[in-house]
């Protein structure tokens, strides 16, 4: 299988290259350039088949044979050793928990995925790769974690200083071996800019092999599809339509719900939750995509301006504005009611929702004030004791901290402070 870049101006390539490059050389994103729906028998008998089974028939055809099929279903039994448990909430409503994962983040499974697959394709190269990333939290973490002791891949994580939260900075400043982290005077857009920058560099280029480990690169968004495939076996005998509510920040995630949606899985809608970061929201209304500065709240994994992966979105549906509106809805919330959301969840079933999950949670509520014959389920991307400030303000109810975090709360932080680009760039060159 071959991707192609959604910018048209640079050559197609294999899955391997795409996941080395991360970002085609003209500034696009890989796709891929078919999507072949699974056999209908796929579907009704997915009650009968592991995780890693549903897993490898549905990314089967994306890596095609440039993994051998025994080392992918290695790699899945790997990535996939967690659950990914549905769980009632209401009677038309559930939480499809995606946190239980060794970061406790839903990106936990995309991190690892392509770890493993760059680890895999670097075997036996003789030039090391350089995973070069920014993140406001989450992302840094369970990159850390994923690419942890993978031969041939270095991975430097840029990170805000005195911006992400205690657990979090523990999370990727305490892991050692092949894994950096650059504590960065600054805000998440500098941490951004330097990366950007580090692409475009030739003199960087020359020197080393740098790739991206954001939702950009295909092995970390299309892996994402799986979530969709391991809640619709776990659902499929309500009987009644599946609605899934998936909160939003670069729209990686649910744009991996509409592949598995391609791949022939029975769900004909989607909701997509954002906070007041609302540029899908405001295209979803208007038909106009107007990117803005991302403004800051307490679902703070999606505050994003201007989302990367809302492209492959339209891509998916050619563009085509009805269409697209047929099969998503998009709404935003406030911060206000998005506690207000996590208090209610508490109050009526005793969950304990974080402010990320509440935001699913209220995009589903609307959606079902118009469409009540539906089972819905939001995504629950991050466990609520990783938001524990905004949680425990919020609810009267101490968390207890969960062992993956207990792990980490007593190793010491290691992290190189840099405030300029420069920085950066004699760093990458000299290690
Ligand atoms: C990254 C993240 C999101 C947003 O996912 P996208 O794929 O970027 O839309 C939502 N919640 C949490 C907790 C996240 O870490």
Not at 110 to 128: I, P, Q, V, W
Not at 154 to 172: A, F, H, M, N, T
Not at 311 to 325: A, G, M, P, V
Not at 389 to 404: G, H, S
Request: charged fraction near 20%; include cysteine.
């Amino acid at each position: 299988m071959n991707f192609y870049s959604l910018n048209k101006q640079a050559p197609e390539v294999s899955f391997r290259d795409a996941v080395i490059n991360g970002i085609a050389p003209d500034r696009g994103l890989y796709f891929p350039e078919s999507i072949t729906p699974l056999p209908d028998s796929f579907f009704e008998n997915i009650e009968e088949l592991s995780n890693q089974e549903i897993a490898f028939n549905a990314i089967h055809q994306f890596v095609s044979d440039e993994i051998p099929n025994e080392k992918l279903k290695e790699i899945l039994v790997n990535v996939l050793d967690f659950e990914f448990p549905v769980v009632e909430i209401e009677d038309t409503i559930a939480t499809l928990e995606l946190f239980h994962g060794p970061t406790m983040a839903f990106k936990d499974v995309g991190a690892r995925f392509m770890a493993n697959c760059l680890g895999y394709f670097s075997e036996g190269e003789s030039h090391k790769v350089t995973v070069l990333v920014a993140t406001s939290g989450d992302t840094g973490g369970a990159v850390a974690n994923g690419f942890l002791g993978v031969m041939g891949v270095k991975v430097v994580i840029l990170y805000p200083s005195g911006k992400v939260s205690d657990i979090q900075e523990r999370q990727l400043t305490t892991l050692g071996q092949n894994i950096t982290a650059l504590e960065v005077d600054g805000t998440f857009d500098d941490c951004q800019k330097m990366v950007k920058t580090a692409f475009l560099d030739e003199q960087l280029l020359s020197n080393m092999q740098l790739t991206s480990a954001n939702s950009i690169n295909v092995a970390r968004w299309l892996p994402q599809l799986f979530y969709f495939l391991f809640a619709y076996k776990q659902a499929k005998s309500q009987g009644i339509e599946i609605v899934f509510s998936v909160p939003s920040g670069n729209f990686g995630n649910i744009c991996a719900g509409m592949v598995a949606q391609r791949l022939g899985m029975p769900v004909k809608h989607f909701v997509a939750a954002t906070n007041v970061n609302d540029t899908v929201p405001e295209f979803m209304k208007t038909g106009t995509y107007n990117p803005k500065p991302s403004t800051a709240t307490i679902s703070n994994a999606m505050d994003v301006g201007d989302p990367s992966n809302f492209i492959r979105i339209r891509h998916l549906f050619q563009d085509n504005f009805d269409t697209l509106s047929e099969n998503l809805s998009s709404f935003t919330f406030s911060d206000e009611k998005t506690r207000f959301a996590m208090k209610a969840i508490y109050n009526d079933s005793k969950y304990i929702a974080d402010p990320h999950g509440a935001v699913g949670y209220l995009g589903l509520k609307k959606y079902q004030e118009k469409h009540p014959n539906t089972y819905g389920i939001f995504l629950e991307t991050a466990h609520p004791v990783k938001f524990l400030d905004v949680v425990e303000e919020t609810i009267p109810e101490k968390l207890a901290i969960p062992p993956q975090i207990q792990k980490v709360m007593g190793k010491e932080k290691k992290s190189i402070h840099i405030a300029a680009y420069q920085e950066l760039k004699d760093f990458l060159l000299q290690n």
